[in-house]
């Protein structure tokens, strides 16, 4: 979106201030307003378009493709485990939704109801599925019948409806989003612990490995599990400008509790009637969304090699009197070297724009390498590359490009998880008195503290922060614990400690 005006964002629509010499460029600074910032970047970096339903966003191709990314190596990931893909429909009957009370309690206020067809009323209103658990059991329980028929392991993309009122943020809270759910059914409680930390394992894959983001792998209290769910893991990301937490993405055991509302049960080896273990877990778009906000800065969006549509951008820099056609032809040739090699990589060609306006364009676009390819670099048979992480040049030979490029990208996806870690744990603060962890949340901080484990003490929590800014809540209990000395106290309560939990506001 050159030179348009801002697009109406969560805070307002103030017109734009167009940059003369570009067109380009951002109003709003991430550190001085995050917000604004953050919805300008991802109209301006072309990843959606605000739509004319509040709530509702246009994935534009930019962003879809950085989806497709990721499925293409989770989908791949969970045929390995013999999961199979499907599809339920999106619609649900009332009954079926209410069948189990804490998990429609849980969604209650988010769910979407069809009651009109044409003209006249439903006689009965239909539900949009804000998850596919009750969809999908009642027919759980029609296909397993004996223990050969264990375990069923189904998974499916699709879209979700919830129809968010607080805040809709592009990625982060929208009333339809994209996700892939996975719903499995085992023999044993064994299996089923197995297979949740199989796939949390994938999610800290997606976010560390593709989207450069360090998370915390955890255990979510009794307050914040899955409603109707045994118990619930997640991945947490930090975002550091904010200083809130953001759940990444969840692996639920839910145990039998779903099997007992939909009778699901099978006959086991000995002729015994027992009920299935199950699971459900799943990751969405709100993935791009963190992405964006870790890694962005005051330029645009700031992508990494893995899941970037475009890897290198080649620009050629022609000067008056210059072999414009031989610029041309080696930019030409450049990139079908690069591709060859399974680079993804496009020469931008437009005759009508300045070099200067092409940086800025695919800077906020955030492709990760610029390739720059001059009068001097065609006489000395080598090209200028420009890294969109840190700004670095540096001049190849030809000869080496796609030896030098991979090296490049390898370097710009590990700079930016070291680089977003060492944001992150310079937040984390380790606190014991309840003054300690209220002063360290008036600083944006992700706090560890010990606790006493209860729920009524989270509550307290709740209520004690509630303010402007939201109140905090325990975001996990990492898996990887600290010792606990004896006699530690919590923090809230200052009853003996079991355990270390992670704390704060989040998104």
Not at 199 to 210: A, C, D, K, T, V
Not at 211 to 221: E, N, W
Not at 286 to 293: K, L, P, Q, S, Y
Not at 333 to 362: F, M, Q
């Amino acid at each position: 979106m050159a030179g348009g005006e801002k697009k109406k964002s969560g805070g307002g629509g103030k017109k734009k201030e167009v940059k003369k010499e570009t067109g380009l460029g951002l109003s709003f600074t991430k550190d001085e307003n995050f917000g604004e910032w953050y919805s300008e970047v991802v109209v301006n970096g072309e990843m959606i378009e605000y739509y004319d339903i509040s709530g509702c966003y246009i994935l534009r191709p930019w962003a879809m493709s950085i989806w497709e990314n990721m499925q293409t190596f989770f989908d791949a990931e969970i045929k390995k485990m013999k999961v199979k893909n499907c599809y339920f429909p999106l619609f649900v009957s009332p009954g079926v939704l209410q069948k189990e009370k804490d998990h429609i309690e849980g969604f209650a206020p988010e769910v979407a109801w069809v009651t009109k067809s044409g003209e006249s009323d439903l006689e009965v209103p239909i539900a949009i599925r804000p998850t596919s658990e009750t969809v999908m059991y009642p027919y759980y329980s029609k296909w397993i019948r004996g223990h050969r028929d264990l375990p069923l392991k189904l998974n499916q993309w699709c879209n979700v409806v919830r129809w968010e009122f607080s805040n809709p943020t592009p990625f982060i809270r929208s009333r339809e989003f994209l996700w892939q759910e996975g719903h499995t059914a085992f023999a044993t409680k064994e299996e089923a612990d197995t297979e949740v930390l199989q796939i949390l394992e994938l999610y800290r894959h997606i976010y560390e490995e593709f989207l450069a983001i360090p998370v915390t792998k955890g255990r979510k209290s009794e307050l914040e599990k899955f409603a109707g769910g045994l118990y619930t893991t997640s991945v947490e990301a930090f975002i550091p400008n904010t200083g809130r937490g953001i759940q990444g993405a969840t692996s639920h055991c839910l145990g039998q509790n779903f099997a007992k509302m939909f009778e699901i049960n099978f006959e086991n080896e000995k002729g015994e009637k027992s009920m299935v273990w199950q699971n459900s877990w799943a990751y969405s778009t709100r993935t791009i969304g963190v992405m964006v906000m870790v890694h962005g800065d005051n330029k645009g969006l700031v992508l990494p090699p893995k899941v970037s549509a475009l890897q290198v951008i080649v620009i050629p820099v022609p000067y008056k009197d210059a072999d414009t056609q031989g610029i041309f032809d080696a930019c030409a040739a450049t990139v079908v070297t690069l591709s060859d090699a399974g680079i993804r990589a496009e020469a931008d060609l437009r005759e009508n724009y300045s070099p200067g306006w092409k940086y800025s364009n695919w800077e906020m676009k955030g492709v990760p390498l610029r390739i720059e390819i001059g009068p001097r670099d065609l006489a000395n048979n080598q090209v200028r590359a420009v890294r969109r992480d840190n700004g670095e040049k540096t001049d190849i030979s030809r000869v080496f490009l796609v030896e030098q490029v991979k090296g490049m990208l390898d370097k710009i996806q590990q700079n930016l998880f070291d680089v977003a870690k060492q944001k992150r744990d310079a937040c984390i603060e380790v606190v014991k008195p309840w003054d300690e962890f209220v002063k360290a949340l008036g600083q944006k901080k992700l706090i560890l503290a010990p606790w006493c484990d209860e729920e009524e003490v989270e509550k307290d929590v709740k209520a004690r922060t509630r303010g402007e800014m939201g109140a905090a809540k325990s975001l996990c209990t990492p898996f990887e614990q600290p010792e606990l000395p004896d006699g530690t106290k919590c923090f809230a309560s200052g009853k003996p400690a079991k355990k270390w939990t992670y704390w704060g506001r989040s998104y």
